[in-house]
């Protein structure tokens, strides 16, 4: 099976940056994505990375090292709102997708 | 909103009981998913539908039957469950399951069951 792995829970202060790291074992690849879950909300696409490298979408940041089996998601300048879960998503060889148990991160003021 | 509608949003039933999910979907997508989402654990994909055909039944068991009429709307049908089937159900749609597509997938805000 596939393996996704990234931290449970990370907490930071309001205007700082946090990034939540993932590293995975997959079958091939074909593109990874970010999605944030609010609590009781439906996920929501935030990123999506194929090629190595950095994509810049405002406040958050995603980067890819397929050589690594590695992403993380960077968020700065954190707001109370981005409290959340994050879900990294990666599509094997096949197009399936595979979840990580998602990353509660927890804004402070 | 998700252009992803699913209900109900809560769930109670006994073992004994059979109800549905219904989910639909405004997007003009032709794939739908369902998805099972526990406390700590990865969404776990249940069935995949692409253009009314289901295309994928990831070892679910029986007593969970999905139904797809038409690409905008997906059922899951529950019958007999146990309580360790308690989860949030998710649906989602995309526009398709083929490498032609980047497979972002558009989420409803799922369906709270829980079984006593």
């Known amino acids: 099976g596939q393996n996704i792995d990234q931290p449970t829970e990370m907490t930071a202060t309001e205007g700082a940056i946090v990034q939540i790291n993932c590293t995975y074992q997959?079958?091939?690849?074909?593109?990874l994505f970010w999605y944030q879950q609010h609590a009781g909300e439906a996920p929501t696409f935030l990123s999506y990375?194929?090629?190595?490298g950095l994509e810049e979408k405002g406040r958050f940041s995603s980067f890819l090292s397929r050589s690594k089996g590695y992403s993380y998601l960077l968020l700065k300048e954190l707001q109370m709102k981005d409290s959340a879960s994050y879900l990294c998503a990666v599509r094997d060889e096949d197009y399936k997708l595979s979840f990580g148990a998602g990353t509660t991160v927890t804004v402070r003021a | 909103e998700t252009g992803v509608t699913q209900t109900p949003r809560h769930l109670v039933m006994g073992m004994t009981n059979k109800k549905s999910l219904k989910c639909e979907q405004h997007?003009?997508?032709?794939?739908m998913y369902w998805y099972k989402q526990s406390a700590k654990k990865p969404l776990e994909l249940m069935f995949v539908?692409?253009?009314?055909?289901?295309?994928e039944n990831n070892s679910v068991p029986s007593r969970f039957s999905p139904e797809c009429p038409n690409s905008s709307h997906l059922f899951l049908h529950l019958h007999t469950l146990q309580p360790e089937d308690s989860a949030l159900y998710l649906c989602?749609?995309?526009?398709?399951?083929?490498?032609?597509?980047?497979?972002?997938?558009?989420f409803g805000e799922g369906s709270r069951l829980t079984v006593l």
């Open positions: 539908y692409n253009f009314k055909e289901q295309t």
């Open positions: 997959t079958s091939g690849f074909n593109g």
């Open positions: 990375n194929v090629l190595d």
């Open positions: 989602a749609s995309s526009q398709g399951t083929s490498e032609i597509y980047t497979g972002e997938l558009f």
């Open positions: 997007l003009g997508h032709n794939a």
